[in-house]
């Protein structure tokens, strides 16, 4: 019943920075074991970014943005700070919410989804 509503996405120029928050409509989202980051392309799959655990000190990272993305959270809104964008970064960012305590780059284990928001990386 929670809703998903990202924001935060925008136009940056190559090697900038950008950060994304997801934060949820009515109730939080504190009862989630899992919740993740996923973008997607025109014409692409839907790709995993990241993954926190429900207290935040768990972290899983896709190997595409190891390294330059940061993601975190408390128990109202969940961030991914981008560093060191490039123009394969160009996505609609969605947030994911999932029942499980695994941290998985499966989208199928994810039960809740945000609308999305776009970023696009000019270079």
């Known amino acids: 019943q929670v809703q998903l509503i990202e924001s935060g996405g925008g136009l940056v120029q190559a090697g900038g920075s950008l950060r994304l928050s997801c934060a949820a409509s009515g109730r939080t989202f504190n009862t989630y074991p899992t919740m993740a980051w996923f973008r997607q392309t025109t014409g692409k799959e839907r790709e995993f970014v990241a993954a926190?655990?429900?207290?935040?000190?768990n972290s899983y990272y896709s190997d595409s943005v190891k390294g330059r993305f940061t993601i975190s959270k408390d128990d109202f809104v969940m961030n991914l700070q981008m560093d060191s964008l490039g123009p394969e970064d160009t996505a609609v960012y969605f947030c994911a919410a999932s029942t499980l305590v695994t941290l998985s780059s499966n989208r199928y284990e994810y039960v809740n989804w945000g609308q999305g928001t776009q970023v696009t990386v000019s270079s």
């Open positions: 926190i655990s429900r207290t935040g000190v």
